[in-house]
DNA sequence: ATCGCAGCCTGTACGC
DNA sequence: TGCGTACAGGCTGCGA
């Protein structure tokens, strides 16, 4: 579920709620196969009275530093989420694993699917390091993406989803991007002129900040839906262009939009804004609305 | 290099 | 209301 701006906010209220600075009293793990790479009982005893220093951010990863040079990644996939409530209030049935901390309160996480990873390692750069660029860092340059795309020949679609290729994009940013970009999620990423590459490299950094700034998406209510922290939910679900809006009408050109399947996942796009190939009705006033789009965020 | 598929799990939304 | 079906924001491992 979450992706990179969804992931940002729950690190950013973790920090907010305090929780740098807190040791680890005690640890329970509920449902074993979320703790990786190790049992869960050398993840409790290696983190035992550790101290947390920090939180960030790689990718859809988060990072828990704490004292000794233990770090924890953690990978909430589909449905991982942070509660931090008093150890008195009752644990819900998606609660898999709980960390009692120095401050008196309890750090859960809950994860309706348990397709989340938490894992303890001293070298974390060994697993992060198969990861692509962080998109919004200052050192992903228009430059470095035009070299990554060159010699590719997959669809542009498959390629953003690739954590390999770049970090931190999933279903909902890809075809968001895609669709600011004015590009075909089948285009081949080899194809791309210089100006849409330019166009992309803009569109992706724009998508995510804008999902951070309105504090990621949330779709749908109950279990399982993205929250930052304690069931707060993001707003970026009502400033969606594509995503999950299949018939409705594209904001540039009316038309409505299609939702095709493309490397097995649901992929919503303009069918008029987003050709595969290069001349149509309309493709000047589109351009010019795709690029006034562009630099308008 | 790239693609497609099964698997991991459970919940929600929707049609009848 | 109940039941069945489709679908879900991620990722890995496998064979082709």
Excluded at 88 to 108: A, F, I, M, V
Excluded at 121 to 136: D, K, N
């Amino acid at each position: 579920m979450p992706e990179l701006p969804e992931v940002e906010n729950a690190v950013r209220a973790l920090h907010a709620a305090g929780l740098p600075g807190q040791r680890i009293l005690s640890i329970q793990v509920y449902w074993r196969s979320i703790v990786a790479g190790t049992p869960p009982a050398v993840l409790r005893q290696r983190l035992l009275k550790r101290k947390l220093l920090d939180i960030t951010r790689r990718g859809k990863f988060i990072l828990f530093h704490f004292s000794g040079g233990e770090t924890v990644l953690i990978h909430l996939r589909m449905t991982g989420q942070f509660a931090l409530q008093a150890p008195q209030t009752p644990r819900d049935q998606h609660t898999h694993l709980t960390l009692q901390l120095s401050g008196g309160q309890e750090l859960r996480y809950r994860d309706a699917r348990k397709f989340g990873r938490w894992q303890v390692t001293r070298a974390p750069q060994a697993i992060l390091q198969r990861l692509g660029p962080e998109p919004l860092a200052k050192a992903f340059t228009l430059s470095v993406f035009a070299q990554r795309l060159n010699g590719r020949r997959r669809m542009l679609k498959t390629l953003l989803l690739d954590q390999a290729f770049l970090a931190g994009l999933g279903n909902i940013y890809a075809d968001e991007a895609l669709w600011l970009a004015g590009l075909h999620p089948q285009r081949r990423a080899d194809t791309l002129t210089p100006p849409e590459t330019l166009a992309l490299y803009r569109a992706i950094r724009q998508t995510l900040r804008r999902g951070i700034r309105h504090g990621g998406t949330t779709l749908g209510r109950g279990a399982g839906h993205y929250a930052s922290l304690n069931s707060r939910r993001g707003r970026h679900q009502d400033y969606l262009r594509v995503y999950r809006r299949s018939g409705q009408a594209c904001e540039r050109c009316q038309t409505p939009i299609r939702r095709v399947i493309i490397g097995q996942r649901s992929t919503h796009f303009c069918p008029t804004c987003q050709r595969l190939e290069r001349r149509g009705p309309h493709q000047r006033t589109i351009s010019k609305k795709i690029k006034s789009c562009l630099s308008s965020i």
